[in-house]
Each structure stands twice: as structure tokens, then as C-alpha cells.
């Protein structure tokens, strides 16, 4: 893959390389890629990471799921199977010319009608399954508003309001996750109960913090340790104003009248097993790599970082300071890789932009002489924008108080776009979470 206006983007060895580094690391991760890695076929037998399938056992082979990297998957999927593929469905986030699986599109990061009957089919053929089905369920990053089935009396307009009210409150994936499970009918091991007493394996492609299969997606396939008063919890805790539909469900449940979604001593996950193929380990190596090769040290500062956007940026910062300063935490020449998903807490009338370009906008207000940094979504979209991220040095930003007016009113967007220092990718087709790469030279 590469990046738009790359020539314009390389005008440094350490520009060059940072995009090369972002490049391999999004590469790497795309879910075909994965797959030829982790799943094999020999014979009758299915391979997936060790584990064995024999599909001889099966009368049919059930393609179910969702996220943004479900159609990488299914396609490297159908290309192995061929005709063993019964039957399928998945919901995506753009439409997709699919071999014996059906294409439904939905709405990211905000689940749409199209979400909702996508979800609704996907249930519905799991429905189908029995003891002589195997579902192969593609579980992958952006699955969570993808594969929107609300639960029984929760409208999807509370449904919506909440998800939007939770991203734009700086609260974690877990929390959003915890609240998202409990209003839906297939996250939180929802799936696996609509097709309890199939075969059911997992193939994931993650975009969480750990690689956690209960928290890919928001768990369709994997017991919930979260419940109801958990997700109550949540919405205090970020003073969310909670819709009358899912108030109704949350009271409910805390007051035992309705079921806990399957924790993990459920019996159904006997026979569900999850295999993540890929995650943000995948393409933090893949950049390695590349700086290896190209004569600079490494350092991985560490693949989990989370918290506000604009304080990791800062932490970047330190970084490259104290590596010119005393070699530390890496020599140079030398690259520092991160990964992990940060966010940004919204205010009201907020401006344009995403997690990476507010990070990589608070970096460059104080980014050290020669240092480089590239901060990108793997997905290809940061934020709600079409922008993947940005690729910034000391250079890019000339007024630190007009800088610090656009942090102020997360509006880095404009700032960086202005400056040529948006990267594009289009849609890549993977989303393993965030990836930076910061390039300190000699």
C-alpha cells in the first residue's frame, strides 16, 4: 500500500522512512495476508493457527461476521475453501463483490439501519446451524457498530444516541463495549448462543488494546466477564443521558428479570474456539522491520498506549528529547514504534479531526529539531475523516499558539491539512488500532 502524495509527504530520509514503516506495518496487517499465515488446507482438514477441523464432520460451512476487515477475510476465505462455502453473511463498512457470502453495508463508527439488518440475517442464519454446521466467523475491528442488532425492546435510535454520546465522552473500548453488549442481541457472545450446538471458530482480526476476543467487536463470539450493572455504570460514570428503551433493559437486568449475556462458564463455548490472526503486534513488527534494514535501531515504546490523544502526543515528544539527549530509550540513528488507541474527549461544537492528528499535532507544537513522527488509524480513516492520520516534524507548525487554538477546539484537521501534513491511504482494508512510528536521526 502506500500513501497519497507520497513524494510530497518523503522530502527527508526520515520522512521516507516513517512512511515506509507505516506502509509495511498496514501491509502486514491486511487480513489475506493473515490468512495465508495462520489458516491452511489439507485434505479434509482445516487449519486454523494448530488447531484441526475436519470437514468431512460437517454437512455445512457457514460464513458469518463483520468489521472492517471481514471482507479481506471471507475473500482469502472463499479462495481456500472454493465451493466448501455453503453459505454466509456479513456486514461491512463499504460494499464488496463476495463469493457465496452475502454483502450487507453498514454504518461505522455509528450503526446504521444497515447495520441492524445485517446483524438481524447474520443472527438469522446462525439460527440455522446445528451439530453438523460449521460457522466460520470473521470477528474484526469495527464490528461493534457494524453488527447492530439491538436487543429486544431497544430501539435503534437509543441505540445510536448512546454509542454517540459514549465515543464523544472519552470513555474506554471496554466501557463503551460493556455498555454496547447489553443492548444487543449479538455482541457479547450473542452470535455464538444464536448458533449454540454448531462448531463455531473465531477467525479475528483485532483492533483492541491485549487482543481480548471479548472485546474485538464487542465479543460476538466470546464469553462476557462484563453485566447489567456494569453497563449502568458506565453511563453514570460519564453522565450520559440514558434513552427510556434502555433504561428499561438495563433496570431489568440488574434486577435479574432478564439474562446475563454468557459469561465464561457458559457451556455453549465447548465447542467455540477463537483464533486472532492478526493484531497491532503484526504491524508494529512489520515497521521493525523495515527500520532494522535500514541501519536504525528500535525500540517499541509500547503497542497498549491509551488515554487523551493530545497527552500521548506530548509523550512522543519526551521521547525523541531524551533519545538526542542521552540515546535513551533508544541510539540513534533510531526509530520508536508505538501502538494502542487513544482518545479524544469532545466539547461542544467540536472541529475536525481524529485521535492520530490531534496527537500528532500536540507532538509537532514541540517536536525536537530533525524528528519525525507518523501517526496513522491502520484502518485508513481517523476519526470520522478521511484522513488516516498525519506525518509531522518541528517544521510543521510555525504559530504554537495558533496550533494550540486548534488543540483547543479539537480541530486538527484544518491545521494539518493546511500544512500538507494529512497522510491518505483510502480504506485499507485491515484495522489493527493505531500505529506511530517516530523517526529520531543521527
Known amino acids: ?15 521516507e522512512l516513517a512512511l515506509d514503516c507505516l506502509a509495511a506495518g498496514i501491509e502486514a496487517a491486511r487480513p489475506e495476508r493473515a490468512v495465508e499465515r495462520h489458516v491452511s488446507l489439507d485434505g479434509d482438514t482445516l487449519r486454523v493457527r494448530g488447531a484441526a477441523y475436519d470437514l468431512a464432520a460437517y454437512d455445512r460451512v457457514l460464513v458469518l461476521g463483520g468489521g472492517k476487515a471481514a471482507g479481506g477475510l471471507v475473500r482469502a476465505l472463499a479462495a481456500l475453501l472454493g465451493d466448501r462455502i455453503d453459505e454466509g453473511a456479513v456486514v461491512l463498512d463499504a460494499p464488496a463483490d463476495l463469493d457465496r457470502v452475502a454483502v450487507h453495508v453498514g454504518g461505522h463508527p455509528v450503526p446504521d439501519e444497515g447495520s441492524v439488518a445485517g446483524a438481524r440475517r447474520v443472527l438469522e442464519l446462525a439460527g440455522t446451524a446445528d451439530d453438523r454446521t460449521l460457522v466460520l466467523a470473521t470477528v474484526t475491528g469495527g464490528g461493534s ?3 447492530a442488532a439491538p436487543a429486544a425492546g431497544v430501539s435503534p435510535d437509543d441505540l445510536r444516541a448512546v454509542t454517540e454520546s459514549l465515543l464523544a465522552s472519552g470513555a474506554s473500548i471496554d466501557e463503551v463495549n460493556a455498555v454496547r453488549k447489553h443492548c444487543s442481541a449479538i455482541k457479547g457472545g450473542g452470535l455464538a ?66 439474562e446475563e449475556t454468557p459469561g465464561p462458564d457458559a457451556s455453549l463455548f465447548d465447542r467455540v474456539s477463537n483464533h486472532v490472526l492478526v493484531g497491532g503486534h503484526t504491524a508494529i513488527e512489520a515497521a521493525r522491520e523495515v527500520a532494522e534494514r535500514r541501519g536504525y535501531h528500535t525500540r517499541l515504546l509500547s503497542a497498549r498506549l491509551r488515554g487523551e490523544a493530545a497527552a500521548a502526543g506530548l509523550t512522543h515528544v519526551a521521547v525523541a528529547e531524551e533519545a538526542f539527549d542521552t540515546g535513551e530509550p533508544v541510539g540513534t540513528p533510531g526509530v520508536v514504534l508505538s501502538g494502542g488507541e487513544t482518545t479524544v474527549t469532545l466539547g461542544e461544537d467540536p472541529g475536525t479531526g481524529g485521535p492520530n492528528q490531534e496527537l500528532a499535532l500536540r507532538a509537532a507544537v ?22 488516516a492520520g498525519a506525518l509531522v516534524d518541528a517544521a510543521t507548525v510555525e504559530d504554537a499558539d495558533a496550533a494550540r487554538e486548534a488543540l483547543a477546539g479539537h480541530d486538527a484537521g484544518p491545521f494539518l491539512e493546511e500544512r500538507g501534513a494529512l497522510l491518505r491511504s483510502g480504506r485499507t482494508g485491515t484495522n489493527v488500532n493505531d500505529l506511530r512510528v517516530l523517526v529520531v536521526p543521527e
Open 366 to 387: 514541540e517536536l525536537p529539531e530533525g524528528a519525525v513522527l507518523g501517526s496513522v488509524d491502520t484502518d485508513g480513516r481517523d476519526g470520522a475523516t478521511d484522513a
Open 145 to 147: 457498530a457494524l453488527l
Open 193 to 258: 448462543r444464536a448458533a449454540d450446538g454448531a462448531t463455531v471458530v473465531g477467525l479475528l482480526v483485532s483492533d483492541v488494546i491485549g487482543d481480548d476476543p471479548a472485546v474485538v467487536a464487542s465479543g460476538p463470539t466470546a464469553p462476557d466477564p462484563s453485566a447489567y450493572a456494569d453497563a449502568r455504570t458506565v453511563l453514570d460514570r460519564y453522565g450520559i443521558e440514558v434513552p427510556a428503551s434502555i433504561a428499561e433493559r438495563l433496570d431489568r437486568g440488574q434486577s435479574g428479570e432478564l
Open 1 to 15: 500500500m502506500t500513501f497519497e502524495a507520497r513524494e510530497r509527504h518523503a522530502r527527508s530520509p526520515a520522512h
